[in-house]
């Protein structure tokens, strides 16, 4: 139990359906991250969220529209993805933007796929 | 940019060997360095961590890294692995002037009993 719980642990979807990763932290940090694992390559930052500010866009495709309601909740809005995006997506939390040693904490993934 | 290179990319060992994994990284700052471990399943989890002060740094489960600013390392070692240590191992830096993580590409570690 990481204290990061992501929903669903496996989502298969076709290039034209429209859903929704969830991410709920339960650690009272402030900090929220969407990360791309993809086979050989090293994560992929997507998105980072400080007190529910976005702060950092790493370049993503429009395909993927982060939320974040609060401080505990991050969601990953997906819709028209292609099939390379079929991936294992990563959510961590941690405590503070500004507290630079601070360490990531990762939820379980949730496993993409699309066809 | 911040890069991070792991050069193993798949380890094979018999349990009672001992374990390096390498990890370089592009960064001409100050800098934090971590790694992680993902078990079979498993979410990401820390296994250590540097800050500041001793290079060589404990983690959990008897691993241990150090630190060589010279030559931008911060390399994975283990005397003597188990059979439960079989996991992916990903190396990341932060800058401690930002919040992005760079991360590895990951070594897979498998350990034959």
């Known amino acids: 139990e990481t204290g990061v719980t992501q929903t669903p642990r496996h989502l298969v979807m076709g290039m034209t359906n429209k859903k929704s990763l969830k991410c709920e932290q339960h650690?009272?940090?402030?900090?929220m991250y969407w990360y791309k694992q993809s086979a050989k390559k090293p994560l992929e930052l997507m998105f980072v969220?400080?007190?529910?500010?976005?702060?950092e866009n790493n370049s993503v495709p429009s395909r993927f529209s982060p939320e974040c309601p609060n401080s505990s909740h991050l969601f990953l809005h997906l819709h028209t993805l292609q099939p390379e995006d079929s991936a294992l997506y990563l959510c961590?939390?941690?405590?503070?933007?500004?507290?630079?040693?601070?360490?990531?904490?990762f939820g379980e993934g949730s496993r993409l796929t699309v066809l | 940019a911040q890069s991070v290179s792991q050069h193993n990319h798949h380890v094979i060992l018999s349990e009672a060997a001992s374990l390096e994994l390498g990890c370089n990284y592009s960064?001409?700052?100050?800098?934090?360095l971590f790694w992680y471990v993902q078990y079979p399943g498993q979410h990401l989890q820390l296994l250590l961590k540097?800050?500041?002060?001793?290079?060589l740094v404990k983690g959990i489960k008897g691993f241990e890294a150090e630190f060589i600013k010279s030559k931008f390392s911060f390399n994975l070692r283990k005397p003597s692995v188990q059979w439960s240590d079989t996991a992916e191992y990903f190396c990341a830096v932060n800058s401690n002037t930002g919040n992005q993580f760079y991360f590895g590409t990951g070594t897979s570690l498998t350990v034959i009993p």
């Open positions: 960064y001409g700052g100050t800098v934090n």
């Open positions: 650690l009272g940090h402030n900090a």
């Open positions: 540097y800050f500041s002060g001793d290079p």
């Open positions: 961590a939390s941690s405590q503070d933007r500004l507290q630079a040693t601070g360490e990531l904490f």
């Open positions: 969220y400080n007190f529910k500010e976005q702060t």
